[in-house]
């Protein structure tokens, strides 16, 4: 499964994205968090992208009920991949567009990325 999220502690949800992301899989995530979120939680997300390959062609990534309806309730979110992602997943994240800072980490800078959602 390209596309997992795991509570840790301290609100940090741990989204894990490889392969090809599809659109199915990815918006099981986010009624998962929805539902937290709905519950009270802040999170705290953690996006580490190993080993990605890109968006599911041709999938509605246009569906923004999301960001519109939830995404003031993330506190942070922190990516973790390969530069030559940084651009498409600051923009698939929102960056600018939420009021939740969004900042990306390369590869190998999962523990900075932590240290910046603690703050």
């Known amino acids: 499964m390209p596309a997992t999220i795991q509570r840790e502690s301290n609100n940090i949800y741990l989204l894990r994205i490889s392969g090809t992301l ?3 899989e990815f918006g099981s995530v986010q009624d998962k968090t ?3 979120i709905d519950a009270g939680v ?3 997300i953690l996006a580490v992208i190993e080993n990605f390959q890109g968006f ?5 990534w246009g569906d923004l009920e999301f960001l519109f309806s939830h995404s003031s309730e993330i506190a942070k979110i922190a990516i973790v991949g390969e530069p030559r992602w940084e651009s498409d997943a600051l923009a698939f ?13 390369p590869a190998g800078q999962e523990a900075q990325a932590r ?4 703050e």
């Open 42 to 44: 802040k999170p705290r």
């Open 34 to 36: 929805a539902g937290e």
């Open 115 to 118: 240290t910046w959602l603690a």
């Open 22 to 24: 599809l659109r199915a």
């Open 56 to 60: 599911e062609r041709g999938a509605d």
């Open 93 to 105: 994240a929102g960056a600018g567009f939420r009021r939740a800072p969004v900042k990306f980490f």
